[in-house]
């Protein structure tokens, strides 16, 4: 059983930084979604295993980075310049393709980012 766990969420105003953390020893592609209250689920970024191929989703391109620590087996988000539409849970989760329109198959319990103006 793949586990993914998440951590490094929180509160911050508008303009600030946070970067979330996902723990797992999974060997494939490991990505970041988000969910707010009433939305559909938005892909957010994507790392291949070698990290060779990234993808962001349009609404975070320039702002949030993700990258990979192998040693670690941990995936990291890094969020700047945060905004109010930024607020959402954020699931770490893992899947044999990277493509951010695929069905994941695994997936973390979350971890809650809230911006506030």
């Known amino acids: 059983q793949v586990q993914l766990v998440e951590s490094g969420g929180g509160s911050v105003q508008a303009g600030g930084s946070l970067r979330l953390s996902c723990i797992s020893s999974?060997?494939?592609?490991m990505g970041w979604f988000r969910q707010a209250p009433g939305k559909e689920r938005e892909g957010v970024a994507s790392?291949?295993?070698?990290?060779?191929?990234?993808r962001y989703g349009d609404r975070v391109k320039g702002r949030f980075f993700i990258s990979k620590d192998k040693v670690k087996n941990t995936v990291y988000l890094q969020m700047n310049g945060l905004q109010p539409e930024d607020t959402a849970m954020y699931y770490c989760?893992?899947?044999?393709?990277?493509?951010?329109?695929?069905?994941?198959?695994?997936w973390g319990q979350g971890t809650q980012v809230t911006v506030s103006s």
């Open positions: 989760a893992a899947h044999a393709s990277c493509d951010l329109n695929s069905q994941w198959r695994y």
């Open positions: 999974y060997g494939g592609c």
């Open positions: 790392i291949s295993p070698v990290s060779s191929t990234i």
